[in-house]
C-alpha cells in the first residue's frame, strides 16, 4: 500500500489514501504539557531538579497550578515518563532564542563554480580568476570546472596547468581542498579560503 501510494505522489496521481500516509508522518516537535499527558502514572520532578516521586498526572498538574506552573512531558518513553514542574512559555521562548542566536551564529558556506577552457586566453583567464577571488573573499569555495571538447581530453595535463596556474594565482587567500581530477570530460578542483581553514 506504501509503495502505490508512493508511485502516485511520483506520478501526480492523488488518492485518499496517499494523503493519509503524509499527514501521519508528519510529527510535532512540542511537548506534551498539562492535560495533554494521558497516562496513568508519571514520575514527577520539580523545578529545582528534585525528585517529587511518582503520581497520577491529575495530582501533578494540581501541585503546578499551586505554584503557577505547568507539568511538562520531558521524557515520554521512561517507565513511567518523566514530566517536570515548569514555565512552559517561558522554556519556549528561551528555546525560541538559543535557536535564533545558533542560527545567526552559523555560516553558511556555498560552492560558487569558475568554468575554463583548456585553451582560454589570457584576459578571459584573468577575468575567471578575479571571479574566483571575489567568491573566496566572500568566504565561499570554489569550484573550479576544466570543460575538455573532442580530442582535446588526451590532454588532460593542459587542464592540471590551467587549474595550478588559477591555484597559484590564488595562493595568498586559498588552499587546494581537493587537487585536479578528471570526472567524465571535465576536470575539477576545488579552493577554500584559508580563514576557513584556520
Known amino acids: 500500500m506504501h509503495l502505490l501510494c508512493f508511485l502516485c505522489l511520483l506520478c501526480g ?7 493519509f500516509i503524509l499527514e501521519v508522518t508528519s510529527i510535532s516537535k512540542d511537548l506534551r504539557i498539562n492535560e495533554e499527558i494521558r497516562v496513568k502514572e508519571i514520575r514527577l520532578v ?4 528534585g525528585q517529587l516521586g511518582i503520581m497520577s ?3 501533578a498538574i494540581d ?7 505547568d507539568v511538562v512531558e520531558v521524557a515520554p ?3 513511567p515518563p518523566v514530566c517536570r514542574i515548569m514555565d512552559y512559555g517561558k522554556y519556549k521562548y528561551e528555546q525560541s532564542k538559543k535557536e535564533r542566536e545558533a542560527r545567526k551564529n552559523q555560516k553558511i558556506i556555498n560552492i560558487k563554480e569558475v568554468k575554463l ?3 582560454i586566453e589570457d584576459h578571459d583567464f584573468m577575468t575567471k580568476t578575479k571571479n574566483a577571488i571575489r567568491f573566496l ?3 565561499d569555495k570554489v569550484k573550479v570546472t576544466i570543460m575538455f571538447r573532442g580530442r582535446e581530453i588526451t590532454h588532460p595535463e593542459l587542464g592540471k596547468q590551467l587549474c595550478l596556474r588559477l591555484a597559484d594565482h590564488v595562493k595568498d587567500i586559498a588552499k587546494v581542498e581537493k587537487v585536479p581530477k578528471v570526472e567524465g570530460r571535465n576536470m575539477t578542483m576545488v579552493l577554500t579560503p584559508i580563514s576557513e581553514q584556520q
Open 57 to 59: 498526572p491529575k495530582e
Open 77 to 79: 518513553t521512561g517507565r
Open 117 to 119: 577552457r583548456p585553451n
Open 13 to 19: 496521481w492523488i488518492f485518499p489514501s496517499a494523503l
Open 63 to 69: 501541585i503546578a497550578t499551586e505554584k503557577g506552573l
Open 137 to 139: 573573499k566572500d568566504g
Open 46 to 49: 520539580d523545578e529545582q531538579g
